[in-house]
């Protein structure tokens, strides 16, 4: 059975870099890339088009950068920047198609009706889009459009004719049409996935395509290879729904921060954003991990368990007992993350029949006499911040780090400025 065309997908190509070019004319057809501090230790979070034809991508350390492509302009990165053209570009992409939903911050995709189906009619609706994105938006954002007989198809089609692309899988095109790929050309096979693909005698694309479900399910170890299967044929599955399982945030430091006096302040700034989107999410951590990089390759990432909360004051007093028994107090840091995990939603919660205690100190502490006041003090914080500013009010713990650890973006959380944003 011929399987029509459903999906449309949207990709920015090298969407940070494309944003500062747009901002900065005089870096328009030269290349750049994204740090997310100035600093020669760190690496470019994106790459223009001309970077890249040197061999500079994500990853890429700024030193090597600079020896791989003479001559690159390497800026810093404007999360608030890349934001605000993320929904001008859902905006122009709505004025053409209905967004199904936005998938990261430089990604998303629309369901094609019945009535829109049509190879001419698509792609009809695809060159609308790039018209509109560079006369409401900027001609210096490109977009690659892949169509398909499901996301995941379509997904595919919007890498293999960047940049500035449009390529359609249709379902009688299958499989031969995915031959010319590679396997890590696929989302959802990565380094160590291809490794098993080797270990399961598929080395090219097109042993993949043809390969059993039984042998795939083996290879991903379980219903996720089952999943691949179908899709690589065009087959429409359900999305598998999970729940939120972390909740976290990280900086690089820059060379006048990595002193550990100064580094503490911005572990606190991370874990204090992380508790507001905790809170806004509705869920309780019982969890927390630091993770500390040293300047001399070090790593350590401890990880403390405790009973349920989402309390500021709380997680910072554990955050403070982790700190004090880290490795070496004096050393150096280069980068500093939070995470929260065991996660759990407020409304589905039971607490713990006995009272709680934990350290403070040398002195004991029963959390339930000030979980009523940390529970009203958090939400008159949050209000007070979102409404204000992030400097309106904030722990004194945070106070030497205000104008660090800015506002970052993973290309599969886009930030809610009201609790990213700094002001």
Not at 22 to 51: D, F, K, Q, W
């Amino acid at each position: 059975m011929s399987r029509p065309l459903t999906a449309l997908f949207v990709d920015c190509d090298s969407y940070f870099a494309s944003v500062e070019q747009h901002l900065n004319p005089s870096l328009r057809g030269r290349p750049v890339g994204v740090a997310p501090v100035m600093a020669e230790t760190s690496s470019c979070i994106a790459a223009s088009y001309e970077a890249k034809a040197y061999g500079v991508k994500t990853g890429t350390r700024i030193s090597d950068a600079r020896v791989m492509c003479p001559g690159i302009a390497i800026v810093e990165s404007r999360p608030a920047e890349y934001i605000r053209f993320h929904h001008q570009i859902i905006a122009a992409v709505e004025d053409c198609i209905h967004v199904e939903a936005v998938l990261s911050i430089d990604e998303m995709w629309a369901w094609l009706p019945l009535n829109l189906r049509e190879v001419s009619v698509v792609r009809g609706i695809a060159e609308k889009i790039k018209s509109t994105i560079a006369r409401e938006v900027s001609p210096v954002i490109k977009v690659s459009i892949g169509v398909g007989p499901n996301r995941y198809l379509a997904k595919t089609a919007s890498k293999m004719r960047k940049p500035d692309g449009l390529f359609f899988i249709e379902h009688r095109d299958l499989p031969e049409v995915l031959y010319e790929l590679g396997l890590r050309d696929f989302n959802g096979i990565a380094r160590n996935m291809e490794v098993r693909m080797h270990a399961a005698g598929i080395h090219t694309v097109q042993k993949l395509c043809t390969a059993p479900k039984e042998l795939l399910h083996q290879a991903w170890g379980g219903v996720m290879g089952d999943r691949f299967w179908h899709l690589i044929r065009g087959e429409e599955i359900p999305d598998i729904v999970s729940a939120k399982k972390s909740i976290g945030h990280s900086h690089v430091l820059p060379p006048d921060f990595r002193d550990p006096n100064k580094a503490w302040p911005i572990l606190c700034k991370l874990l204090h954003k992380a508790c507001e989107r905790l809170r806004s999410h509705g869920m309780l951590t019982g969890a927390l991990t630091m993770h500390l990089s040293f300047f001399r390759g070090e790593r350590w990432t401890p990880t403390m368990r405790f009973p349920e909360t989402d309390s500021t004051i709380q997680l910072i007093h554990l955050l403070g007992k982790i700190w004090r028994d880290r490795p070496d107090a004096r050393a150096h840091l280069i980068q500093v993350a939070v995470t929260l995990t065991h996660l759990v939603e407020r409304n589905n919660f039971t607490p713990e029949l006995f009272a709680t205690l934990i350290a403070e100190d040398d002195a004991e502490t029963e959390i339930p006499q000030t979980k009523e006041k940390h529970q009203r003090l958090d939400a008159t914080l949050d209000k007070l911040r979102a409404r204000y500013g992030r400097d309106a009010v904030y722990l004194g713990s945070v106070q030497d780090a205000r104008d660090s650890a800015p506002m970052r973006i993973s290309f599969t959380h886009i930030p809610n400025p009201s609790l990213e944003e700094d002001h």
